[in-house]
């Protein structure tokens, strides 16, 4: 079975800083991993995905992730936050082969704050 | 281009009525999934269609809740006799194909209020 964790509800960080949502995941094979962000009544939004080869991948809105296998992390980051970027953020898993759905974490809250 | 999109938005209704919520996925997309996004549960995945294969329904919580793909292109979501623990945010996801790492495109969803 695959899961994901997102271990913090609430992430607040100040306009300019450097900001870190952390995702960690389980799955028995190789995972597919993707970041999603939702605003206020609105669907999901695609960020990025990690499929293989470079750890580091940049997505959109100049965010990106770094897989970690050693870890099994896939921890959403940005080198400097806008108040824009505040939003609902959600780590979702598929693993490779049969598993069709995505799991998805319990979503974290990002408030960046002027 | 044009996105996936639900209908309707908001859909508010009585204890114990049916309702069908639809969904259009973007146009070619042959992966079509419904997840339900509620408090204290988080996105939970429903149902998924792949082309003309037979759904995975592994996700519906309970005989009250079923759906259709007509035409490999738009889908409905029922759910018989409603309760108030369907009250939620109904979202729809398509992909261009099923499994690997295709991202999937999801609808602005329904917000269901069951009184």
């Known amino acids: 079975a695959q899961s994901v964790a997102q271990p913090e509800d609430q992430v607040n960080v100040a306009e300019g800083n450097p900001l870190t949502v952390k995702c960690t995941y389980s799955v028995s094979g190789n995972p597919y991993l993707f970041w999603y962000v939702q605003y206020p009544n609105r669907g999901l939004q695609f960020l990025l995905k990690y499929i293989t080869g470079d750890n580091l991948v940049k997505g959109s809105y100049g965010f990106e992730a770094e897989f970690n296998k050693s870890q099994t992390s896939f921890h959403l980051k940005k080198p400097s936050a806008l108040v824009s970027d505040s939003a609902l953020y959600f780590c979702a898993v598929r693993e490779g082969g049969s598993a069709r759905q995505l799991t998805f974490g319990s979503g974290t809250q990002l408030t960046v704050l002027p | 281009g044009a996105g996936v999109s639900q209908s309707p938005s908001n859909k508010v209704t009585e204890k114990g009525k049916d309702v069908e919520l639809r969904c259009d996925p973007i146009s070619g997309h042959t992966a079509l999934y419904w997840y339900r996004q509620s408090l204290g549960q988080g996105l939970e995945f429903l149902i998924y269609f792949q082309g003309n294969s037979a759904p995975d329904k592994s996700g519906l919580p309970s005989d009250r809740f079923s759906a259709e793909r007509t035409g490999g292109s738009v889908s409905t979501l029922t759910i018989q006799r409603t309760q108030q623990e369907d009250s939620a945010v109904y979202l729809c996801?398509?992909?261009?194909?099923?499994?690997?790492?295709?991202?999937?495109?999801f609808g602005p969803g329904t917000r269901l209020t069951v009184l």
């Open positions: 996801a398509s992909s261009s194909a099923s499994g690997g790492a295709h991202e999937q495109f």
